[in-house]
């Protein structure tokens, strides 16, 4: 009678295993969406920080034209501003001009540039001790943004010099 018992035990369906499978499914399945799930919002999170990063070297370079413009109007615009004094560019819709007051572009950018003055050495070449420079200047224009990750930053440092009256 024992052999034919261990025969009818070993045949019949174990209770609650079709349970566990049940389970195990919904795990596997859970976790490779949620994997799916965590990889496009990563792919999104990069993008639009990608998307932030283009404008903000958009509005750099378009920081520096800016810049030339103004010299290219008149070297004064240039020469009169304060050393290591952040200035902001101001446009309004025809002229940019320089301002003290912070001006977020679209809201989220900080545009600002700073102008030091230049100093020539003997070989009228640029050094860091010499003589200044009055018709050379060197800025240096900023973009800040929020990014989620903290303060994201773009610095370009250019020379302009006075080309109209030298």
């Known amino acids: 009678m ?9 045949r ?5 295993f ?13 976790s490779v969406l949620l994997g ?13 920080n990608t998307t932030h990063l283009v404008q903000a070297n958009f509005l750099s370079e378009e920081g520096i034209e800016a810049v030339k413009l103004m010299r290219d109007d008149s070297w004064d615009n240039i020469a009169n501003l304060a050393a290591g004094i952040d200035y ?14 912070d001006t977020y572009i679209d809201g989220m950018f900080d545009r ?3 102008v030091s003055d ?3 050495d003997g070989n009228n070449d640029i050094a860091t001790v010499g003589v200044i420079d009055p018709n050379t200047k060197k800025i240096a224009l900023t973009v800040a943004w929020n990014s989620g990750y903290g303060t994201s930053t ?11 009256n030298l």
């Open 112 to 114: 600002s540039f700073t």
């Open 36 to 48: 799916v799930s965590f990889f496009f919002q990563t792919a999104l999170r990069m993008s639009r």
């Open 18 to 30: 079709g349970l566990i499978e049940v389970v195990i499914a919904t795990a596997i399945l859970a």
């Open 118 to 120: 230049v100093r020539r």
């Open 154 to 164: 773009r610095t370009i440092e250019t020379y302009i010099t006075n080309l109209f």
């Open 12 to 16: 019949l369906p174990q209770g609650g």
């Open 88 to 101: 902001y560019l101001d446009f309004d819709g025809v002229n940019f001009a320089t301002t003290t007051t």
């Open 2 to 10: 024992s052999s034919l018992k261990k025969f009818c035990s070993s």
